[in-house]
């Protein structure tokens, strides 16, 4: 089947402004995490789900980084009061057995 | 102890050449270590992994040695072909849960 999409695929935002990113992981996959990517660097850990419950969210870099997966599928990752170096590539990732996590292509955001 | 520390950062290899990439990591609780490719503007795609209950994996050219006691891996790509050019990332993981990656290391192989 499809696997993992994200969207919007690109972002720009206003320094201030709210953004909103989705993530539809693959159908079934009960584990979903969210990276950030900054330019030519490895991604890094946000956060994670199990279901709908946020396991893990020692990654998010401030309380002005929110995330949530209602019914357990698709999450939100949401940034208030955008900032210039909230620019990267956000992942996101699911996962159905033990480790194999299945990454989309990513939203990159740049603030301005 | 989080960190996976992975060199070289780029590397050039002529084509049907070997290229080798390797990481290092301190936590022992890490217990499964994937490696990902990426293209530009894709996500990383998984390209083998290993768990530390073996020394060596193989999947067609692409080979990955383990070295538990030195807390360290490696990827070997045999016969590089210009299509292996893009960035390669390790990473490790404890439990099933979050990914710890590697710097990257950018890979250009000549034709």
């Known amino acids: 089947g499809a696997g993992v999409s994200q969207s919007p695929r690109y972002k720009v935002a206003k320094r201030g402004q709210d953004v909103a990113l989705r993530c539809d992981p693959i159908?079934?996959?009960?584990?979903l995490f969210w990276y950030q990517q900054a330019l030519g660097q490895g991604p890094e850990f946000l956060t994670y789900?199990?279901?709908?419950?946020?396991?893990?969210k020692s990654g998010l870099p401030s309380d002005r980084f929110f995330a949530e997966r209602p019914e357990g599928s698709v999450s939100t990752l949401k940034i208030q009061r955008t900032q210039k170096e909230d620019s990267a590539v956000y992942l996101c990732?699911?996962?159905?057995?033990?480790?194999?996590?299945?990454f989309g292509p990513g939203t990159r955001l740049t603030v301005l | 102890q989080q960190q996976v520390k992975q060199s070289p950062q780029s590397l050039i290899v002529q084509k049907g050449g070997i290229s080798i990439i390797n990481c290092a990591y301190e936590?022992?609780?890490?217990?499964?270590f994937p490696w990902y490719q990426q293209f530009p503007g894709k996500g990383p795609a998984l390209l083998i992994a290993?768990?530390?209950?073996?020394s060596e994996k193989k999947e067609g050219r692409f080979t990955i040695s383990f070295n538990k006691s030195a807390k360290q891996f490696s990827l070997h790509i045999m016969d590089s072909q210009p299509g292996d050019s893009a960035t390669y990332f390790c990473?490790?993981?404890?439990?099933?849960?979050?990914?710890?990656f590697g710097q990257g290391t950018r890979l250009t192989i000549n034709p």
């Open positions: 990473a490790a993981s404890a439990r099933a849960q979050k990914l710890v």
């Open positions: 789900f199990q279901n709908e419950a946020q396991l893990d």
């Open positions: 990732a699911s996962s159905s057995t033990r480790d194999t996590q299945y």
């Open positions: 290993i768990r530390p209950d073996v």
């Open positions: 159908s079934g996959h009960v584990s």
């Open positions: 936590n022992t609780a890490f217990d499964y």
